[in-house]
C-alpha cells in the first residue's frame, strides 16, 4: 500500500530482528501518524533529489525495551523514522533537513518536524532521526547508536 508517492506502508513496519517476528504499522495510526510522517519524506528527497532509505520507523514496546530504548520513543508512537540518502552523508543530510525547519517548510502544519537526532556523521555509517512528536520546539540531539 502506497502511502506517498515514494514511500509504502511496509517501509514503516518493524522488520524480524534480535530474535523478535516483523510487526507490520499499527493501521488506526496510519492517517493520523504516518502520512504526515511519510510526506516530510517526500519533502526532503525532493529538496536531496535523491531516495530516502527508510532504516527504523515503528517499533512495539517489547522490541523497543529490547534495543535499550526509552518507552517514550516516538518510534513506539509511530511518529519517527531513521533515515538516510542515497549518495549522501548523514551530516548533510541532517544539515538539510535543519534548514527546511529553520526556513518553515518542515515546522508548519501538517508537515511538522518535532524532533531531529544525528547518529554519525562524516566518514561512518549513520543515520538521520526525523520524528513529528507534538509540542511547540524543535527538539535536537546527537547520539552514537547504530541503527535498530
Same mark, same amino acid.
Given at each position: 500500500?502506497?502511502?506517498?508517492?515514494?514511500?509504502?506502508?511496509?517501509?514503516?513496519?518493524?522488520?524480524?530482528?534480535?530474535?523478535?517476528?516483523?510487526?507490520?504499522?499499527?493501521?488506526?495510526?496510519?492517517?493520523?501518524?504516518?502520512?504526515?510522517? #511519510?510526506? %516530510?519524506?517526500?519533502?526532503?528527497?525532493?529538496?536531496?533529489?535523491?531516495?530516502? @532509505?527508510? $532504516?527504523?520507523?515503528? /517499533? *512495539?514496546?517489547?522490541?523497543n525495551r529490547r534495543i535499550g530504548s526509552k518507552n517514550t520513543s516516538q518510534h513506539v508512537q509511530g511518529r519517527a #523514522?531513521? %533515515?538516510?540518502?542515497?549518495?549522501?552523508?548523514?551530516?548533510?543530510?541532517?544539515? @538539510?533537513? $535543519?534548514?527546511?525547519? /529553520? *526556513?518553515?517548510?518542515?515546522?508548519?502544519?501538517?508537515?511538522?518536524?518535532?524532533?531531529?537526532?544525528?547518529?554519525?556523521?562524516?566518514?561512518?555509517?549513520?543515520?538521520?532521526?526525523?520524528?513529528?512528536?507534538?509540542?511547540k520546539r524543535l527538539a535536537r540531539w546527537r547520539g552514537s547508536r547504530t541503527a535498530t
Open positions: 500500500m502506497k502511502i506517498t508517492p515514494h514511500f509504502s506502508l511496509t517501509e514503516f513496519d518493524r522488520p524480524a530482528r534480535r530474535g523478535f517476528p516483523p510487526a507490520p504499522y499499527p493501521e488506526n495510526w496510519i492517517e493520523e501518524r504516518l502520512r504526515p510522517l #511519510a510526506e %516530510i519524506l517526500e519533502v526532503i528527497r525532493g529538496r536531496v533529489g535523491t531516495p530516502i @532509505v527508510v $532504516l527504523s520507523a515503528y /517499533r *512495539d514496546i517489547a522490541y #523514522a531513521d %533515515i538516510v540518502a542515497q549518495g549522501m552523508n548523514v551530516t548533510d543530510l541532517h544539515s @538539510v533537513i $535543519l534548514a527546511l525547519c /529553520r *526556513d518553515g517548510t518542515l515546522r508548519d502544519r501538517p508537515r511538522w518536524v518535532g524532533g531531529l537526532g544525528l547518529y554519525g556523521g562524516v566518514g561512518s555509517a549513520g543515520f538521520v532521526h526525523v520524528d513529528t512528536r507534538p509540542g
